[in-house]
């Protein structure tokens, strides 16, 4: 028995008092049935996309015509929203991703046959809790923790190819394993991956080694010969993933030996960055290898690292420093040029010229992580007035 929200009941008894039907469909059920509670309530209908909008109009509801074309309104309640989408049969797919067209039709059934996998291929009856139309035996493979597609894996597959990657991903998610003829057609048409976007890509990679299954999921991107069309240099990773900080850089990293050229990914800048900083090993040794006390190395990784420093000891299974890294951070030590207790206008003050001012402040910030005592406005001024004589 689903226990649905307000709102779901109330679009489907809308929907019924209009001589329509409407279900909650796809994950929202697998989730509800799992007992979980879902993100998000998606919806189908037999009602047109037109008919739809003037209905919920005229029952006071806002709407948002999101996507006419494939039969999908947004009806927004109470600053939540719900995304309602005729019955539909999709036409071919020549873009291995979008359908070119489709067709809206009166039955459930085939609404259902067009989706990816039998776990989000449910339908239930907002308006009667135990009321699940489930053709394709998604109850059946939760029961036994299957990720298998609906009908011909290869058709599913050649269809939109994002699946193949979704496949990967649910079965890391959901803790499930893939049906062998599902996981074979993946291997097969993995080749379909290069017409996918960069970011639809990435997005599916992100969910995956965020998962508490991270390390399964990668191993089956690799063994499927997948990975390599989300990046080709992805690699084993350099430590258990599971054991790394829940951040998608510091996951990332881990997979790549050396500095990566991640343009392929279209990632943001962001992330590029954090990425390309935590695969530094030239970076890491030179902080690492030198004579300094730990306690020194740890402000170096502070100061060079910023947040991500414990996550590049982690990434290379240096806990000892990692643990001194948090000690040293819960002192909230000087590691950035802003921290110093002197500014370029006290610098100036003393007579430094403008064009000296970066590099004598770096100067001090590299005496003041290997001795913090000497953060104090007057001992730095000294400092400089000794370092300008």
């Known amino acids: 028995m689903i226990k649905y929200p307000e709102n779901v009941i109330k679009i489907a008894k809308i929907l019924s008092e209009n001589g329509y039907k409407a279900y909650a469909v796809g994950g929202c059920i697998r989730d509800a049935l799992m007992g979980k509670m879902p993100a998000d309530w998606?919806?189908?209908?037999?009602?047109?996309?037109?008919?739809?909008?003037?209905?919920?109009?005229?029952?006071?509801?806002?709407?948002?015509?999101?996507?006419?074309?494939?039969?999908?309104?947004?009806?927004l309640i109470e600053n939540e929203a719900y995304e309602c989408t005729t019955f539909r049969i999709d036409g071919s797919y020549t873009d291995s991703r979008h359908p070119d067209s489709v067709t809206f039709t009166p039955e459930l059934s085939e609404d259902l046959r067009r989706r990816d996998f039998t776990v989000n291929a449910m339908a239930g009856d907002p308006l009667s809790s135990d009321d699940i139309t489930d053709i394709f035996g998604g109850q059946d493979d939760i029961e036994n923790k299957i990720i298998r597609a609906v009908g011909d894996p290869k058709k599913r597959f050649t269809e939109d190819a994002l699946r193949i990657l979704r496949a990967v991903r649910f079965a890391t998610t959901l803790d499930f394993s893939i049906d062998d003829e599902t996981k074979s057609a993946a291997k097969l048409l993995g080749s379909r991956l290069k017409d996918v976007s960069a970011e639809r890509k990435s997005v599916e990679l992100k969910k995956t080694l965020l998962s508490k299954n991270a390390d399964r999921g990668i191993s089956l991107l690799l063994d499927l010969d997948l990975a390599k069309y989300i990046h080709p240099s992805i690699s084993s990773p350099k430590t258990a993933i599971s054991s790394l900080p829940k951040s998608f850089s510091t996951r990332l990293a881990s997979l790549f030996h050396g500095v990566p050229n991640l343009s392929v990914m279209k990632l943001s800048n962001e992330i590029t960055s954090q990425v390309k900083l935590l695969c530094d090993d030239g970076l890491y040794a030179e902080i690492t290898n030198s004579s300094e006390h730990t306690d020194v190395k740890a402000r170096l990784m502070l100061s060079k690292y910023g947040e991500l420093a414990n996550d590049a000891a982690l990434l290379r299974e240096n806990h000892e420093l990692s643990a001194v890294i948090s000690a040293e951070r819960a002192k909230n030590p000087c590691v950035k040029i802003s921290d110093l207790a002197?500014?370029?206008?006290?610098?100036i003050s003393i007579g430094i010229t403008p064009k000296s001012i970066g590099s004598i402040m770096q100067k001090l910030l590299n005496l003041v992580i290997k001795n913090p005592s000497l953060n104090e406005k007057s001992k730095l001024l000294s400092i400089v007035a000794e370092i300008n004589e």
């Open 42 to 75: 998606d919806m189908t209908t037999d009602c047109p996309p037109s008919k739809m909008l003037e209905i919920f109009e005229n029952s006071g509801l806002r709407t948002i015509p999101t996507g006419l074309k494939h039969g999908t309104v947004t009806v």
């Open 342 to 347: 002197v500014s370029g206008n006290d610098l």
